[in-house]
């Protein structure tokens, strides 16, 4: 749907931060220092899951430059996103290797490091708990004693006391039950993968200061600046309005740096020190194993069908590695319930999905938000159904693909406007993989090509009063200032809210100066940016403070153009009359005000603000899910072609394909250049990114020596990626989230390609190709 | 970051290098040769490597010639990667260390650091165990020439203060048709699986070998079997696989069952594009 009327709205506008990145200019976090500057470094558990006995400092305060040892007992206290139920640092016990135990703070970096290898923590062993199922099994050890008593911060958490359930998110649509009984055809899978990490190539970093007014001071790379402010104002007990957060741009999040862990940390260094400013940066090895992870997955997915191919039943069980604490997972175990079943309609649901404790790192929200993992498990269940019931698997997928009518696993209601087609992007997908030339092709001695798809969805499941705000300002030559609390993380975002706000001016791009820095002070409430929502939310604030600006422009233009503001229209720099666009006034001219040659001036400089909020989003009922969780469905289908060395399980992909109805699509280039970054992400993972663990749940490999992921260079040889673009008609131009959306079908596509390949049922993740030739010694035995 | 201290030397000469050697040393500390220092680096930074002192052997000339002197071709121990791959002057040895690690860490990653490696991989020693090379040694006042396999057992067993200054190829072996066979797990950057290297020299194969056993190693009896063409080749790689040196690593980058499997594999690959029989 071109709009070729649009002025700059669907053209491949160059990302505003390109230069300053690409000539290595952008100052990170990390790269900050001053004079008097100090530096916080943690003691980290060696252990899985053991007692603290004791925490000996005596050495450690003997080292030089050591300022402030902080430990457990001194904030015994939990905190969380959705259940607080980590302390910041442990005490009494160690759930997580890596977890927080102590903190130095100290004058150089390297003194606290040294200061950190002093300090002597006796620890007594308990039983691990190295996996979800084990995690499940009735009499398992107990990650946490009391996980129903913990504060809930958000109201759709359900922790079950005595088990290590730390939640429990149930769906029940129609009867499951006896649909099932009736279903001519079924199926019954289980799938697994284990936990791994978003690797940003920024490790994380924060300062904090507490200045001698009480101001708490911080500044850090993360997605969530007012979250920052919410966390130290709940359970720190500070004045909200004496918190202020500055985040500059962040170096690569993937939803990692969506959670708060390293700034309270900060605070306390800085409080143990008077309130000087202290740094707290991880290290790679941090990075990966302290700082939270991706979830791990298991699940079982049963799918009833009638001979021709239409779905009547869908069982999902859904087992979510959250590690030590719930922390988002808690919120992905809601978000994989209430997309379940995939883009597909089906009468009869029913899920469970358990948010479950284990002795692994703590996972948060990673891109996609546990859809790439819900979609793998569903798409591998159509993938085989469709094969038992002999209909090519596109058409089933199209037979029972969801439309505007159907309603979701929550029983919302979809539109033409909060659903994409996916049909469209089937077809599309189609054409784009060549799927009428063979999913199987020979291609020489021992080798095979194969082709796989997958369909995913996601809605964005924000707060249900998630908001964004925005200011624009006007300079003296007619340029504009965008502030807004969206964070640039590499996403581009910055880039497309100036192109809205182009749009919306008629002005050229060089013309808006889109604030990168993000100052809590000054710039208004975003939720957070996170969960695709950004371009939707903040880009509905910039539409409206565009819109307050163009009122006050034409005010100001009226009065000196001597006729009504509704005669006038704004573009190209100036307001002028509509009819005679030749007669009109420069906005440089009133931007500020206007002067008269006598020297009086009216009207006064030109401010727009705007503001959006969700609307009519509901929590879930707890006993069936029922509710409306996210504004929007966005809809794709993505599809891989793949040469396996039949021999040796050696492979490499020839082809990926994306195709994703985004609704309106306001910059083709980076819109195209994200899909491919997620489809290679998903790809990483799938191919080869997982945490290994020893039975005593020490990560193996938690440095990029041993931890296994794709390399720059190893993409798809072929690329191809295009948009379906029905609009969202509440959408800024008709734009709907796109920013997870490539990752979400890679590896279901490349299981299904290799499934097909290698004949076997390929149920589990990463695929190495030791992996596959494991599954054949197994199969073969 | 680096937490602890160190003395860093940077000598411009082979006697100031031992110079700075010996008076660390008499000083009961302990002291390392670096030259591209990538190693040194990222395992000091984990702590899993300490010393007192490092000596940089980036300055020294010798360290960093390469280039076809007479009959021979000359390699500093302080040429990167990269350098050794484009000067195209070896293109076995070119080909094998291009498999290491990545394009960036190339440009750091010194033949001689690679060859004295912590790790058990150590590619580039591959071509270098095949063609016969020799090494130059420097110690106090003494350099001598050696063959490399006469000093080659599982690592470059160096002296105390022993210095590699170069790797002496004879140009006769430079030209042999090879083969350079790297395995990894998934990603073309990463340890290998298995890494086989393997020449025609004199109508008989040459092969060594990397990530098999917990060294890289070239074997006499095992040359023997691959070469024994009055079994058929199956036989062959199965006679190899009795015969390896020692058993077969099993670790994060595979189990020993799989690697077991690539290197049967690996070896059928090898002797088919070498025309070593049916």
Redesign the interface.
Known sequence: MANTSWYTVGKPEQRIDAVEKSTGKVRYIGDYSAPGLMHAKLVKSTQAHAKIISVDTTEAWKMPGVRAIITGEMFPYHIGPILADRPPLAFEKVRYYGEPVAIIVADH???A??AT?KVKVEYEPLPIVNSAQQAFQKNAPLVHENAAQYTKIISDVYPKASTNIGSHIKIRKGDFDVAWANSEETITATYSFNLSDHVAMETRSTRVEINPAGKVIVHSCSQSPFTIKKVLNQFFNIDVGNILVHIPMVGGAFGGKGTVQLEPLAYLASKAVGGKLVKLEF?R?EDMTTAPCRIGFDATVQLGVTKEGKLVAGKYTYLIDSGAYTDQAAGITRAAALDCTGPYNIPNVWCDSYCMYTNHPFATSFRGYGHPELTFAVERTMDQLAEKLQIDPLQFRIINGIKPGDTTPTQAVLTANNIGDLEKCINRAKELIKWDEGQCIKSGKNKVRTKGISTFWKTSTTATNAQAGAIIIFEADGSVNLNCAAIELGQGTKTILGQILAEKLGMDMNKIHVTMEVNTQYDPHQWRTVASSTTFLAGRAVVFAADHAIAQLKKTAAVVLQCSPDDLEVGGGRVYIKPDPTFGVDIKDIALGYTYPSGHSIEGQIVGIGKHIQRHLTPMDQQTGFGKPGPWWSVGVQAVEIELDT??F?YSILTGVTVLDGGTIINPMTATQQMRGGMYMGLSYA??EKF?FDEHGIV??S?L??Y????YG?QPTEYLVDFIESPAIDGPFGARGIGEYGVIGAPACLANSLSIATGMELNKL?L???SI??RK?EGTI | MISFDFKYFKPSSVAETIEAYNGVHEQGEKALFISGGTEFITFARTNKIYTDAIIDSKGIPECNVLEMRDDNLVIGAAVSLNKITNSNLFPFLGATVKQIADHTSRNKITIGGNINSELIYKESILPLLLVDAKVKLAKGNDERAVLLNSVFNRKLNLSSGELLLQIIIDSSNIDLPYISLKRTKFSKVGYPVVSVAAILKDNRLRVAFSGVCGYPFRSDKIENIVNDSTIPVVNRIDQVMDNLPSSIVDDLQGSREYRAFVLKNVLLDVMEEMEMGE
Do not use: A, G, H, I
């Open positions: 970096e390297y003194q490091k040294r290898e290290d090895e021999r040796d050696t191919t080869s290994v193996k490999n440095n020596r041993e296994p992921m794709l390399r190893e990463p190495t190709p030791e030739w494991q010694v």
